[in-house]
């Protein structure tokens, strides 16, 4: 079942520009994650939110959550081509009696040089 | 270092032929996770281990089986049962806190990559 939807599926910028992206989800949280995986690797964890928080920073990354929404969105400042990858968020589900941390489809970036 | 290392990188597997994945870390983390991932598509969980000899079925289980023997290594089976095996497989450790594993960051390994021919 799907718990996080990405929006957009695809973004092209300009090295220097900035990239958002965004996540829905359908039932209520504990947190949210936000994952990055270059194409063909592991994905790598960025960035954790509480639902009792509303904004978290890491670096160039900007992270706000919604819950009143049930969104969140990823901002990445001044982006470089390094960044060109494809983001995923993930969000705790209770299904069937078991806690499991569910994925979206994910946002590829493309940050052209 | 400390990490989470997946083998093979690639492999290829005839059709009604079972093949084992490996995983194994160092990170003392007693939550394991497998994950099957499509092209354009996000990870599906199959199965996952929050300690040693316990294993619980995730969403796509059917045609796979896993063991958990020792701490460090949860080893994937795709068996020739699963009808449509051709993925990008992901295996992932978390620490768990609260008795849970979700509510914490996982750490993913490199990736296998198995084609069915």
């Known amino acids: 079942s799907q718990q996080g939807e990405e929006d957009p599926q695809a973004l092209s910028i300009q090295e220097g520009e900035n990239a958002t992206m965004n996540c829905s989800y359908k039932?209520?949280?504990?947190?949210l994650q936000w994952y990055r995986q270059n194409s063909g690797r592991g994905l790598v964890h960025l960035i954790l939110?509480?639902?009792?928080?509303r904004e978290k920073h890491s670096g160039r990354l900007r992270v706000t959550l919604d819950t009143s929404k049930k969104s969140s969105s990823l901002l990445i400042t001044a982006s470089r081509a390094a960044d060109t990858a494809s983001y995923f968020c993930?969000?705790?589900?209770?299904?069937?009696?078991?806690?499991?941390?569910?994925f979206g489809k994910g946002t590829k970036l493309t940050v052209n040089p | 270092d400390g990490g989470i290392t997946q083998s093979p990188k690639y492999l290829f597997r005839k059709e009604g032929q079972n093949v084992t994945l490996s995983c194994e870390q160092n990170?003392?983390?007693?939550?394991m996770y497998w994950y099957r991932q499509d092209p354009g598509q996000g990870l599906r969980l199959i199965y996952y281990?929050?300690?040693?000899?316990?294993?619980q079925k995730g969403d796509i289980a059917e045609g796979y089986s896993v063991s958990r023997e020792k701490k460090e290594s949860f080893p994937l089976t795709v068996t020739s049962a699963q009808k449509n095996p051709t993925a990008f497989y992901l295996c992932?450790?978390?620490?768990?806190?609260?008795?849970?594993?979700?509510?914490?960051?996982?750490?993913f390994g490199p990736g296998t990559r198995l084609t069915v021919l």
């Open positions: 992932a450790s978390s620490i768990l806190l609260g008795g849970t594993g979700t509510y914490n960051e996982q750490f």
């Open positions: 990170l003392n983390h007693d939550a």
């Open positions: 993930a969000t705790d589900a209770l299904e069937g009696g078991s806690e499991k941390l569910v």
């Open positions: 039932t209520s949280i504990n947190n």
């Open positions: 281990s929050q300690i040693v000899n316990d294993f």
């Open positions: 939110i509480r639902s009792n928080e």
